[in-house]
């Protein structure tokens, strides 16, 4: 009998990227920013596929998520980033959970098309960014 080996679901192909082997070439593309931003100064720590418990609302866990990336950055906040090709019901409710149990940390998704913060699609314009500032 031979082992066929099951392709991914969804059609992602995996890549490698500076020694580790990534879920898709999507995420080993946002494993490459990280990098330039860890190479720039801005962001101290990497931490690729960390696990956050998810709790509900009596305190039970539900559930675990991976995120493909919790970084921290120079000023001290910490941010998760997702690189996303479809977004399927059940990473939906993850992300749900996860912004209710961490309220401090930002979750990022990266899709193919888009950039935002968290499931409210909070995008970060340039002009947005710079009213913040001043």
Not at 107 to 131: C, N
């Amino acid at each position: 009998m031979y082992y066929v080996r099951k392709a991914n679901k969804y059609g992602a192909k995996k890549k490698e990227y500076n020694g580790r082997l990534y879920d898709s070439k999507h995420e080993a593309g946002i494993a490459g920013e990280l990098e330039l931003l860890r190479r720039a100064g801005e962001v101290i720590i990497i931490e690729p596929q960390k696990t956050y418990n998810l709790y509900g609302k009596g305190g039970a866990r539900i559930c675990t998520h991976r995120p493909d990336f919790t970084v921290k950055f120079k000023d001290g906040h910490q941010e998760v980033w997702e690189a996303k090709g479809y977004p399927t019901p059940v990473w939906q409710l993850k992300l749900k959970l996860f912004e209710d149990n961490y309220p401090d940390i930002l979750y990022y998704v990266i899709t193919p098309r888009e950039r935002f913060y968290g499931s409210k699609k909070k995008s970060l314009r340039p002009s947005a960014v710079l009213r913040e500032t001043t």
